[in-house]
């Protein structure tokens, strides 16, 4: 077995013990569809309109879902790794250190499809309860949306992530600095929704902004071309971050406590 | 035999290690001994090729000694803190070994071996989180030895340790002298260097300033005792007992 996929299985299998974290982490890629579902059972959202509202709703919570899913074992890997001082020993292992970031890039990725995937059952239930009609029309566009969209957008957040908590000495530094971030999707996510307008061609090139509009076009036929650049333009992106983490590791101030 | 030549190294403005050269043959515990700050963890980090020296030559075993290579070559007990509580103990250990690339066939055994020999096996299926300071040395020393390297570097190993686990390591330190392994290990601590080194260099301010067994370094420092010697060599005032 490569030595990459090594580090990943440890990481994977490491975490997976963490049983509070991995319900902390079962809440928030559920909380909101929670939370859509509140809002429908209030009444507030019905008709063709309300339920491209909640539509928009639960697009922007799984933003947040698939590019800060998986937060808790981006921290506990990096960050975490030089709080209890098991980073050392790590780097003491005839590993470049490149092998050792993508090996936790994968596993953090995995954790955040995980999460996408628990927040796209969430998805399509509350559809199916407050706008069944939605799921019918468009389920070609949601399955584009999420499968090229958002699948490419959680690699893209876990190499985020760990470059940020790999800066971080410890995983409550890093847990400050990756809250903010998970803000990053939010936002974006939260202004296309209230100003649609801009989710115009030009900009969908853009990771995040991209993901947003392939949900918000109403097109007769899905957006699979437009969804297959996105999806590669998102992926090559995240090869930045792990480049930067990797130097990063390669300080020697990485070392120190 | 490890070979270290002129080595130096500044972190920023400040110099860590400004002129280390020694040997450290095979078959030998060679010991580095110096005051806090004096550049022994900086020496040992650079030696397992885990910081990148400014200038110098470091000779792990014959042949190529890149980085990677030494890392390959070396058993390195740097920090017995940092250990992955939410695996067991056997588990930690097999993380290691496969890093190090040792086949699925021969890790168990590789593995299993570490465990009775470090007297593991009570503990060894249990979640290192509350495991005791001893227990823990144990397990990060199993860590570090489990692809059966011919060189071991340790920094000090015993801080922290209660007295059985004191007599535990050095016993096992020993055992893999006698088979052979050469032992570099640094402290402060004038008695485990006394009990335990064949050979000892001393490193003050970055700099090597004796070497050599315990009577070599008195018969260098003009003292009686191996304490009297480290004091005048360090520049310290030696106080008549």
């Given at each position: 077995?490569?030595?990459?996929?090594?580090?990943?299985?440890?990481?994977?299998?490491?975490?997976?013990?963490?049983?509070?974290?991995?319900?902390?982490?079962?809440?928030?890629?559920?909380?909101?569809?929670?939370?859509?579902?509140?809002?429908?059972?209030?009444?507030?959202?019905?008709?063709?309109?309300?339920?491209?509202?909640?539509?928009?709703?639960?697009?922007?919570?799984?933003?947040?879902?698939?590019?800060?899913?998986?937060?808790?074992?981006?921290?506990?890997?990096?960050?975490?790794?030089?709080?209890?001082?098991?980073?050392?020993?790590?780097?003491?292992?005839?590993?470049?250190?490149?092998?050792?970031?993508?090996?936790?890039?994968?596993?953090?990725?995995?954790?955040?499809?995980?999460?996408?995937?628990?927040?796209?059952?969430?998805?399509?239930?509350?559809?199916?309860?407050?706008?069944?009609?939605?799921?019918?029309?468009?389920?070609?566009?949601?399955?584009v949306w999420?499968v090229l969209g958002?699948?490419?957008?959680?690699?893209?957040?876990?190499?985020?992530?760990?470059?940020?908590?790999?800066?971080?000495?410890?995983?409550?530094?890093?847990?400050?600095?990756?809250?903010?971030?998970?803000?990053?999707?939010?936002?974006?996510?939260?202004?296309?929704?209230?100003?649609?307008?801009?989710?115009?061609?030009?900009?969908?090139?853009?990771?995040?902004?991209?993901?947003?509009?392939l949900?918000?076009?109403?097109?007769?036929?899905a957006p699979v071309v437009q969804g297959a650049i996105l999806a590669?333009?998102?992926?090559?992106?995240?090869?930045?971050?792990?480049?930067?983490?990797?130097?990063?590791?390669?300080?020697?101030?990485?070392?120190?406590? | 035999?490890?070979?270290?030549?002129?080595?130096?190294?500044?972190?920023?403005?400040?110099?860590?290690?400004?002129?280390?050269?020694?040997?450290?043959?095979?078959?030998?515990?060679?010991?580095?001994?110096?005051?806090?700050?004096?550049?022994?963890?900086?020496?040992?980090?650079?030696?397992?090729?885990?910081?990148?020296?400014?200038?110098?030559?470091?000779?792990?075993?014959?042949?190529?000694?890149?980085?990677?290579?030494?890392?390959?070559?070396?058993?390195?007990?740097?920090?017995?803190?940092?250990?992955?509580?939410?695996?067991?103990?056997?588990?930690?250990?097999?993380?290691?070994?496969?890093?190090?690339?040792?086949?699925?066939?021969?890790?168990?055994?590789?593995?299993?071996?570490?465990?009775?020999?470090?007297?593991?096996?009570?503990?060894?299926?249990?979640?290192?989180?509350?495991?005791?300071?001893?227990?823990?040395?144990?397990?990060?020393?199993?860590?570090?030895?489990?692809?059966?390297?011919?060189?071991?570097?340790?920094?000090?190993?015993?801080?922290?340790?209660?007295?059985?686990?004191?007599?535990?390591?050095?016993?096992?330190?020993?055992?893999?002298?006698?088979?052979?392994?050469?032992?570099?290990?640094?402290?402060?601590?004038?008695?485990?260097?006394?009990?335990?080194?064949?050979?000892?260099?001393?490193?003050?301010?970055?700099?090597?300033?004796?070497?050599?067994?315990?009577?070599?370094?008195?018969?260098?420092?003009?003292?009686?005792?191996?304490?009297?010697?480290?004091?005048?060599?360090?520049?310290?005032?030696?106080?008549?007992?």
């Open positions: 077995m490569s030595r990459t996929f090594v580090v990943a299985r440890k990481e994977i299998r490491d975490h997976a013990r963490d049983l509070r974290s991995l319900v902390s982490s079962a809440m928030m890629a559920l909380m909101g569809p929670g939370v859509v579902l509140l809002v429908s059972l209030s009444d507030r959202a019905p008709g063709q309109d309300g339920a491209r509202v909640l539509l928009g709703m639960l697009s922007v919570f799984a933003l947040v879902s698939a590019f800060a899913g998986a937060i808790d074992i981006a921290m506990d890997s990096t960050a975490g790794e030089r709080e209890r001082r098991s980073l050392l020993p790590l780097l003491l292992n005839p590993i470049p250190r490149s092998d050792v970031i993508v090996g936790k890039w994968i596993a953090v990725t995995a954790f955040a499809l995980v999460a996408l995937a628990l927040n796209s059952l969430g998805v399509v239930a509350v559809l199916a309860w407050a706008a069944p009609f939605l799921l019918v029309t468009r389920a070609q566009q949601i399955v999420v958002l699948v490419p957008l959680a690699a893209l957040g876990a190499a985020v992530n760990l470059f940020v908590a790999v800066l971080c000495r410890t995983t409550k530094e890093a847990h400050t600095a990756l809250r903010f971030l998970a803000f990053l999707p939010m936002l974006v996510g939260m202004f296309l929704v209230f100003f649609p307008s801009w989710t115009g061609r030009a900009w969908f090139l853009l990771p995040i902004v991209g993901q947003q509009t949900i918000a076009v109403r097109e007769p036929s590669l333009v998102t992926l090559v992106a995240s090869v930045l971050p792990l480049v930067a983490a990797s130097r990063v590791l390669n300080r020697d101030d990485i070392l120190s406590a | 035999m490890i070979e270290v030549r002129q080595l130096r190294k500044r972190f920023g403005s400040v110099p860590a290690v400004s002129d280390v050269s020694f040997t450290a043959p095979n078959g030998g515990i060679t010991g580095i001994l110096g005051e806090n700050g004096a550049g022994k963890t900086t020496t040992l980090a650079l030696i397992c090729g885990l910081l990148r020296a400014d200038e110098g030559s470091i000779q792990v075993g014959p042949g190529e000694s890149t980085p990677i290579e030494r890392r390959r070559r070396v058993g390195a007990l740097l920090d017995h803190k940092g250990l992955y509580d939410r695996l067991t103990a056997r588990e930690n250990i097999a993380y290691f070994g496969r890093l190090h690339g040792i086949p699925p066939p021969s890790l168990q055994t590789r593995v299993q071996n570490v465990v009775s020999q470090l007297g593991l096996e009570r503990i060894a299926e249990r979640r290192v989180a509350g495991f005791s300071q001893g227990e823990r040395m144990k397990v990060a020393l199993g860590r570090a030895i489990v692809h059966a390297p011919g060189h071991v570097l340790l920094d000090e190993p015993t801080n922290g340790l209660d007295i059985p686990s004191v007599h535990a390591l050095r016993e096992i330190l020993r055992r893999m002298r006698d088979q052979g392994a050469c032992i570099l290990f640094s402290s402060h601590v004038l008695d485990e260097v006394r009990a335990l080194c064949d050979n000892v260099v001393i490193i003050s301010h970055g700099r090597v300033v004796a070497c050599g067994n315990t009577a070599d370094i008195c018969r260098q420092a003009h003292c009686p005792t191996l304490d009297d010697a480290f004091l005048a060599l360090t520049g310290r005032e030696v106080i008549p007992s």
